[in-house]
């Protein structure tokens, strides 16, 4: 899918030929924006073209659309300052956590201000018998993790990346532990956050359930930028386990070893984390992470439990693992080991780079009924192989979610043009399951059209929300729906 197109922005400040201050994109002057900012901030307002060439851009193949400023607040009163004098001036807003979103969810389609969270990385207050902590934004979920290391606690939410949880919150992330712990959409309780005219919110308390009012915090988890910047999070926190173990299973087909997954999710086997790796990923481990895994369909699994709990469910696993055509299957409680093996899952974009020198990883996800997985996964393994591109298939398949790493060489149009049939069939597959166009990466700006054929006339709902909340669209303009007036 080609990226939604904004109009041309006039560079701070030029081009206003009527001198009204309005440029013709609907936004206001830049310039006086720019110069009210510096009034409030001084030198924190960054404009070089290099650091606003590394904050228009995220780890997706999507090009860069530079912000004209970056601004790094320390605080919630200095994220609402940058959001009140932006709405005076009808300036873009776009926040930022560390730029590791993958459908171009932080591009400054419209330019405007970055706001980067990296500075609010305080982790305010940790409410151990609630199980539940009140971080800012900037925290990143290693960071959180180290904190509350000895408290017998743990933040489970793993997309891979070290994200931030106002980034990870903001895309409505999940990873490789959601088929147990959910994603953030049930693991945010409560968010503050400044909204399009500059007023500061809480959407709940701390209560674990409520029924006042309509759900704001399940509103905003997932908005992408398009509705607030976030200033705090209240998550929850879960039990640390007593022990964990990893295991590796070697199947004949991808067939078998989904229909182990499947098998596995309706026996109510408690598994933490079941990964699927086709055998070209499997391939790309072995040459970046140095692992010796056998090149073929493989499942990589941990179960989290007591210890003679976690020795059941590898033992039940490993039995429907063997019915499916499963063949070597290795389990470790050793944590070197362990950790080595999900070192590699988390790697796979950095590994799958290897095997195309000129390809540029294109990352893109669907999902579906975990009963249709098995169908989806073999038809686009199908439509790879005519395809005739490289593509290592992953998935965090207890949720019925996969990932496809396409590998595309941008200055070949032919394999551009086979990428985009390859991934549109892709996603019309899922859609026609029953299934959503992207489990994790969020729309952005690489899925607006997809999201218009999953919901149809709701579409038009959202957009009303969008429109009553941020009337002016200066919150991450161009993301989710495609610009209009």
């Known amino acids: 899918m080609q990226a939604v197109k904004l109009k041309p922005r006039a560079e701070h400040g030029d081009g206003d030929s009527d001198g009204d201050g309005d440029h013709g994109d609907g936004y206001g002057d830049r310039a006086a924006a720019l110069t009210a900012l510096r009034d409030a ?10 650091i606003r060439e590394q904050y228009g851009k995220d780890e997706s193949h999507h090009p860069s659309s530079p912000p004209d400023a970056v601004l790094r607040p320390r605080d919630k009163f200095e994220v609402q300052r940058i959001v009140q004098l932006c ?3 009808r300036m873009p807003v776009v926040a930022f ?4 979103s993958l459908e171009g969810n932080v591009a400054a389609l419209a330019g405007g201000i970055c706001i980067d969270s990296s500075e609010m990385k305080q982790i305010i207050q940790v409410n151990a018998e609630d199980f539940d902590v009140v971080v800012q934004p900037g925290v990143t979920r290693r960071q959180l993790n180290q904190h509350l290391k000895g408290s017998g606690l743990f933040f489970p939410i793993d997309p891979g990346a070290d994200a931030t949880l106002g980034g990870m919150a903001s895309t409505r992330a999940s990873g490789t532990n959601a088929v147990r712990y959910g994603t953030m959409r049930e693991n945010v309780l409560n ?3 400044v909204l399009a005219d500059g007023s500061l919110i809480r959407t709940a308390k701390r209560a674990r359930k409520s029924a006042a009012g309509y759900d704001l915090t399940g509103l905003l988890v997932g908005s992408e930028g398009t509705l607030a910047v976030f200033t705090e999070l209240t998550v929850r926190l879960h039990p640390a386990p007593e022990s964990m173990a990893s295991a590796v299973c070697v199947f004949e087909t991808i067939k078998g070893a989904v229909d182990t997954v499947i098998q596995l999710i309706q026996c109510g086997i408690p598994v933490a984390r079941v990964e699927l790796c086709d055998a070209l990923t499997i391939k790309s481990f072995n040459m970046y992470s140095g692992t010796d895994f056998i090149e073929s369909p493989t499942l990589l699994l941990e179960f989290h439990g007591s210890d003679a709990g976690v020795r059941e469910q590898a033992e039940a696993t490993q039995e429907l693992a063997h019915d499916n055509g499963g063949g070597e299957f290795k389990w470790t409680q050793n944590t070197e080991e362990r950790n080595k093996m999900w070192r590699a899952r988390h790697d796979a974009a950095y590994s799958g ?8 990883i294109w990352a893109t996800d669907v999902c579906v009924p975990i009963s249709r997985l098995a169908d989806c996964i073999e038809a686009t393994r199908r439509d790879i192989e005519e395809s005739k591109l490289l593509a290592p298939l992953v998935g965090h398949v207890g949720d019925g979610n996969f990932h496809l790493l396409l590998l595309v060489d941008h200055d070949d149009p032919q394999e551009v043009a086979r990428a985009e049939a390859l991934h549109r069939r892709m996603v019309m597959r899922a859609l026609d399951m029953d299934g959503t166009c ?3 990466h969020g729309i952005g700006q690489g899925k607006i059209d997809f999201l218009k054929l999953e919901h149809g006339a709701a579409v038009s709902t959202m957009r009303a929300v969008k429109q009553a909340l941020d009337p002016h669209n200066i919150m991450n303009p161009g993301k989710i729906f495609d610009q209009k007036s």
């Open 41 to 50: 901030f001084g030198a924190r307002v960054l404009t070089s073209d290099a």
């Open 87 to 89: 709405a005076q001036h």
């Open 97 to 100: 956590g560390v730029g590791t």
């Open 191 to 193: 968010i503050e956050a």
């Open 353 to 360: 780079k290897r095997l195309h020198p000129k390809g540029r």
């Open 438 to 440: 992207t489990g994790e």
